[in-house]
């Protein structure tokens, strides 16, 4: 199992769940637009991630390219899940009654909602 990313970990991921395979220079191009930051330090974050086997690092050419070698999906669950866990008691109600306070929804995102609970208490996945 792949480690956790921390929170600057998980802002490059983003970048390159986004837009694909990408350079250091791309990710910190991309990142530079919410938060500066140095590019040597995206360097760096990135070279661990690829030592953690969190990215895939293609050497082929003089610029690395970069590729995440997890999925969104499989991180956002496990992220997630351990929320549920840690905060909540593994109460996904607890979550969803905490989302809702934290943020408002509006009336298109919670009949959206009651349309997912309706299909996963039928077995179905959205």
């Given at each position: 199992m792949?480690?956790?990313?921390?929170?600057a970990e998980l802002e490059i991921l983003k970048v390159l769940w986004k837009k694909g395979p990408s350079t250091v220079r791309d990710v910190h191009a991309a990142m530079q637009a919410r938060k500066p930051t140095q590019y040597t330090t995206t360097l760096r974050v990135?070279?661990?991630?690829?030592?953690?086997?969190l990215l895939l690092r293609d050497e082929t050419?003089?610029?690395?390219?970069?590729t995440p070698a997890v999925e969104f999906e499989k991180v956002q669950h496990e992220m997630v899940g351990s929320l549920i866990d840690r905060l909540f008691g593994g109460s996904a109600e607890g979550l969803l009654v905490g989302a809702l306070n934290a943020r408002p929804a509006?009336?298109?995102e919670l009949?959206?909602?009651r349309q997912m609970l309706d299909e996963h208490q039928k077995g179905k996945k959205s």
């Amino acid at each position: 199992m792949k480690p956790r990313p921390t929170d600057a970990e998980l802002e490059i991921l983003k970048v390159l769940w986004k837009k694909g395979p990408s350079t250091v220079r791309d990710v910190h191009a991309a990142m530079q637009a919410r938060k500066p930051t140095q590019y040597t330090t995206t360097l760096r974050v990135m070279q661990i991630m690829a030592e953690k086997g969190l990215l895939l690092r293609d050497e082929t050419d003089r610029a690395h390219v970069y590729t995440p070698a997890v999925e969104f999906e499989k991180v956002q669950h496990e992220m997630v899940g351990s929320l549920i866990d840690r905060l909540f008691g593994g109460s996904a109600e607890g979550l969803l009654v905490g989302a809702l306070n934290a943020r408002p929804a509006s009336k298109k995102e919670l009949a959206r909602m009651r349309q997912m609970l309706d299909e996963h208490q039928k077995g179905k996945k959205s």
